[in-house]
C-alpha cells in the first residue's frame, strides 16, 4: 500500500488522531511508510475523514 499526503492538506490533524504511529503532523501531514504494514485499515480510515481529500491511498 502507498499513502501520500497531497497539496492542500491543512494540517488538521484528523489522520494522526486516528494512528499517530503512521502518520505526523508538522505544518501538514507526512506519512512513515515504514509504519503501513498492519495499519492498513487505519490509511483507508485517514483517507476518508480527511475533511480536504488531501490522503491518496493506492493499494498494489
Given at each position: 500500500?502507498?499513502?501520500?499526503?497531497?497539496?492542500?492538506?491543512?494540517?488538521?490533524?484528523?489522520?494522526?488522531?486516528?494512528?499517530?504511529?503512521?502518520?505526523?503532523?508538522?505544518?501538514?501531514?507526512?506519512v512513515d511508510?515504514?509504519?503501513?504494514?498492519?495499519?492498513?485499515?487505519?490509511?483507508?480510515?485517514?483517507?476518508?475523514?480527511?475533511?480536504?481529500?488531501?490522503?491518496?491511498?493506492?493499494?498494489?
Amino acid at each position: 500500500m502507498i499513502v501520500t499526503i497531497m497539496d492542500g492538506c491543512t494540517g488538521c490533524g484528523a489522520c494522526e488522531a486516528i494512528n499517530p504511529d503512521v502518520f505526523h503532523i508538522d505544518s501538514t501531514a507526512h506519512v512513515d511508510s515504514s509504519k503501513i504494514p498492519g495499519n492498513e485499515q487505519d490509511c483507508i480510515d485517514a483517507a476518508l475523514i480527511c475533511p480536504v481529500n488531501a490522503i491518496w491511498v493506492e493499494d498494489i
